[in-house]
């Protein structure tokens, strides 16, 4: 398919669609706002795989009838510090936020705030969560099981999802540190970026349908799997499979989700999983209270040093040195306020196709 | 040097070994047992570097005044769920029972615990803190930053510490998934290893003095640094990068302990921090109530079907399949119980060199 070259959207003309659409298919405005502004985020930072770009893969989901366009969220279970909330199979985009809040509001009653979701569905990206939480003066965490894509180290074929984890720390004149990492060797993304161009991808991020390395990305996508952080056992395959593990233990046994290759598919092309072990996916939020464990303006002189240090360590030769957790995806953003954000031709047509199905504008 | 083989040592013997060490040096009875158990369940558990091979270390530490043998450990500050430790500069083999302790304590109190902890030392293995969580039927986190021997990405510097993250899970039937595993490509104990016996390290474990990739474990241990999990770009060092961030942050920071390249030194060889931003060496330890969630026989069942799930993932050619985190500790631990503690001839002579200044025998 010839591509196009990228079209450029303000952010507002993202977020007007998005929320235009989900209100179409029967979400509540309200949710329908939080749910495009989560998307939108997404754009903004520069991380367009998991944006407007999944819009239509929503929307399918919903007209299906397999997510719960007015979901009645509710906490189901919990203690001063923690709780469990059940998302009645909403869009993740709508359980996850009002979860989080949950989570930020124990950590300013209690020091801390652990919040585990079950019955919700792909909730954007992780870092925005975790984002809201600095916004707030809070240490952020963010977590969620995801459909499975994943080989565990020895292992041939896909028994865990992608499982990101995200963190984000306040500091006090810098930007906040933000972390936001699947826990594979690459992002899906970009294997799906090499087929379109039909390059080879790297050694290490993937294994074919045989359970062996394998650099070509259709097999990977046809058949195979993607690899742990650290791929092979002796670059630490086993550290990558054993963070997807404790995400999985977290939002899928411990919040009654489904979990490993039971979570529930992500789009109608996958095919559903052999059995259910629990219910829809499952995230986990946390938060920490800093005046909990010292002094808010020493923690945020402490994370300025330690950001400006790490700045000033000496540079690999060939690199401008080390970044901070977070600095691409905040540059990213500083532009796309600005200058709008890209869409490439397939994403676009994709919304038009949306736009003619829903009869909303795309601008 | 030649080096004779292993001589192997009763649990019973080492530990004795060691608290009488501990006691000679001034370490009150109740703490020395309590330090004892830490290196010695790590030499059960397999992981010889960081149990009574670190002995001397410790010793070299007490006998110079580095180390408070009788520290008033207590609660600076405290929430319903976290508590901020102050370790006095004890033995961290002796403040990371103590707070973690607390740190479980809290949870069974208030859903979730999270104690940061200042002024302290190295404190054995990261598994330890978190294996007693899991026999209490929690889950527990532990967390440590050390000194510096790891270089961001893109950086050609020791900057940050291998800063370990433990993680473990109560099952039901099965055995706890117990996760512990250092922030880097590969133990430093893998770079000495392969330096005691005269073999390179792969690509992608280690930078040399000038900041770019080495295979020689001399010139990394001399000059250079460890590189994160993930290695290159490509292959996700960033995300390694991130995770010691991460643990930097939480137990530096927000713990008020020295960070990043300010961390003290573990042995008297290592060069002072150029500056102090804190007090000692800093952890973290959290633990989660499961019952706080959701009803603990549940997850026991869920958690022992995710592991029977995992152990039951079509192998990759050449492997038998997925091992589940924790699963060679356990092993070793098995073993060892039996059989006794190996230990190889320099570690022995070490011991003996200990036994000799303290007047405590060996055996």
């Known amino acids: 398919m010839a591509e196009t070259g990228p079209s450029v959207f303000s952010e507002v003309e993202l977020h007007t669609f998005c929320s235009d659409v989900f209100t179409m298919l029967g979400v ?41 366009p007015r979901p009645n969220v509710r906490t189901i279970r919990e203690t001063p510090s923690t709780a469990t909330v059940d ?17 930020m509001e124990k950590a300013e ?15 954007g990206i ?4 975790v984002m809201e939480a600095a916004e707030r003066g809070l ?32 500091a006090g004149e810098e930007p906040p540190v933000v972390i936001d990492m699947a826990t594979t060797a690459a992002a899906f ?6 087929r379109r161009k039909g390059e080879q991808i790297p050694p290490g991020w993937a294994l074919g349908g045989d359970g062996l390395g394998t650099t070509d990305p259709v097999e990977m996508m046809a058949s195979g799997a993607l690899l742990p952080l650290g791929s092979t056992r002796e670059l630490g395959g086993h550290k990558g499979y054993a963070l997807a593990a404790m995400v999985d233990l977290l939002c899928g046994p411990l919040a009654g989700a489904n979990w490993g290759p039971f979570t529930p598919a992500f789009t109608l092309q996958y095919a559903d999983p052999t059995r259910s072990v629990g219910e ?32 000033g360590t000496r540079p690999a030769p060939g690199t401008s040195g080390p970044l901070i957790p977070g600095d691409p995806e905040r540059l990213a953003e500083a532009d796309r306020r600005q200058n709008g954000i890209p869409l490439i ?5 994709e919304l038009e196709e949306v736009a003619r199905q829903t009869g909303v504008s795309l601008r």
Request: no cysteine.
């Open 345 to 349: 031709g397939p994403v676009v047509q």
């Open 28 to 68: 509540p405005e309200e949710d329908a706002l939080t749910a495009a502004s989560v998307l939108v985020l997404s754009d903004l930072r520069g991380i367009d795989s998991h944006g407007v770009a999944r819009l239509p893969a929503y929307v399918q989901m919903l007209q299906a009838g397999r997510i719960n």
């Open 126 to 129: 992780a870092g925005g969560y």
């Open 109 to 123: 009653q209690a020091g801390s705030g652990w919040v585990t979701v079950r019955n919700s569905n792909h909730y």
């Open 280 to 311: 829809g996916l499952g995230h986990l939020f946390g938060a920490l209270q800093v005046e909990a464990f010292l002094d808010r303006d020493e923690f945020g002189r402490q994370v300025d040093d330690w950001i400006r240090t790490m700045r």
């Open 139 to 170: 240490i952020g965490w963010s977590m969620t099981n995801t459909t499975r894509m994943v080989a565990p180290l020895f292992g041939a074929e896909r028994m865990l999802g992608t499982n990101p984890i995200a963190v984000a720390f306040p």
């Open 87 to 103: 998302g009645d199979n909403g869009l993740g985009l709508v359980v996850g936020p009002q979860a989080n809040r949950v989570a």
């Open 189 to 194: 993304g970009k294997v799906e970026m090499a």
